[in-house]
DNA sequence: GAGCCTTTGAAGCAT
DNA sequence: ATGCTTCAAAGGCTC
């Protein structure tokens, strides 16, 4: 694989970038093609799992594959996503966003200061150097800009912002996603602000030198808050309170920084400017709101830990007379690398889809997860990575125990002491329930099961070529699974759950969540630890949708040794699918 | 209006 | 070290 990446600073699984995801993507059109029959076929399989990956979801991806432009059912939900978002799903998608030529730099580098700036539009200390220090080859203004805390300089703002262009237009050597323009299409800032500009030479759209830029930079405020927010998930979606944009807009050093979509997740989405004027309690002693601070009044219970970051608890609260634990804010977990996934992805399945339950969605969402690419899962984890770690330092003290008990438990009246069997036939209700009739929209395919679960680096997975021979190492034992007690293991399949791995859920009595996979599970690997920090690659089962799918229509050579061993593992093991699959 | 449902992952707690 | 529990998002649904 050709290595382009010279830098390779950053563990963004750089070196995997040189995928020349064009032929991958087309190879995998014409894959598409070529399995349309198959596809049918997969059908008849489906039924079996109470499954329909059907035409209708594989061709939802082979349209989108093929959609040059982008879908009107689409357009709104894309009014309110940020470029992150879309260049994602266009990379999922693949379609006519086909060339990510930088996989593990999908994320755009977008200036998106929301936070790690303070409210004056400077980068608070902390924030830079934090930045500086996670994202070695964030572009970072300048160093003389934005070293110079002092310079008023917009420009040192503007420098280096985060140009957006069609994937297929960026530079090879340029580690940084960029986008179309049309992202912008909602609300299309000021011509000064577009994210494009004509080569004047081959007509393509090119990053401008932040010299081209830098006048322009910074925004007013106001002009900022005009701009729909590039960050996808910062704009309130579908209602979403967390993420509304104040009336008057919010001062957004638009161009200060060039940031990956780490930075974005991380910085904006995280961090809504909601809360910068108007909750104190919100802001970070250094100054950094973060959207997962949430109003008391959103959330608060009166067992609120005393976890909190010291700066949180001088906060004083906007609301009356209550007490200072009440007055907490609520600070909320960082997303994990799946929940980044939902979050991107819940609006384009809403759209493809006629489901509008988040059940349902998630269901999907979780097949079409397993659905990816490692590559691509490694994006979020990396992404999801980063969160924790800008979350961490801005919460020092925070501890995800701060937030238990803050949420309703659920139900426990499920049957803790249920037997296998009502795991199965509950299973199966739910599977009926929410995947029924409408899953016709359902997740793609499946192509290929993606067994990357949560690898401690992922970048590293990505990095190292030698990742996938050790995957097939993994994948090829199946026998790694007898390591596990029989009791476990006998679970496993029932529940189609990882037993160590534990998506927790499993675990969780009223455990319909996880229990209600509707996919057959398969335990491969050693999945020991459910810790992040030794998670097998191949700790969590695999949906029967990938597994059948992945024989019927491997997407790439990349994963064929992979389905092979899929293949292999299937054969050696009919029992238990048939097991399941006659439930 | 609170909580459930559903997903995966991370983290904390208990053993 | 391992397993279980809780929470994170989302929005329709149920009670």
Redesign the pocket.
Known sequence: MPQLNGGGGDDLGANDEMISFKDEGEQEEKISENVSAERDLDDLKSSLVNESENNSSSSDSEQAERRPQPRPDLDSYEKTRDYFSEALRRQQDGGFFKSPHYPGYPFLMIPDLTNPYLSNGALSPSARTYLQMKWPLLDVPGAAGLKDPRSPTPGHLSNKVPVVQHAHHVHPLTPLITYSNEHFSPGTPPSHLSPEILDPKTGIPRTPHPSELSPYYPLSPGAVGQIPHPLG?LVP???????SIPPGGFRHPYPALAMNASMSSLVSSRFSPHMMPHHPHGMHQTGIPH??I?SPAI?QEPNS?DHMSPSMHSRKSPGPAKKEEDKKP??????????LY??EM??KV?AECTL????????I???R??SLSREE?AKY?EL??KE?QLH?QLYPGW???D??????????D?K?DSTPEDFSI??K???V??LPSEKMCDSPASSHGSM???PATPSAALASPAAPAATHSEQAQPLSLTT??EG?LH?HFLT??P?????????????????????ISIPIGT?????????PIF??PI?FSSLHHSMLSPPSPFHQAALHSHHALFQSQPLSLVTKSSD
């Open positions: 998930w979606q579908q209602g979403q309170h967390m993420y959207p997962a949430v959330k830990h609520h600070i909320k977990k960082p997303l994990n690398a799946f929940m939902m979050k819940r609006a809403v509008k339950e988040s059940a349902a969605i998630n269901q969402l979780g097949r997860w397993h899962q984890y999801a990575r924790r961490s501890s995800a125990r937030n238990y008990g803050k949420r309703k438990k659920r139900k426990r499920n803790p509950r299973n209700n739910q599977c329930q929410y990357l679960d949560s596990k007690p476990r679970h189609g759950k037993s160590g791995s534990a998506s927790s859920s499993s675990s969780s009595s009223s455990s319909s969540s996880s229990s209600s996979h509707p996919s999945s020991g630890s459910h810790s992040s920090h030794s998670a700790s969590r949906p």
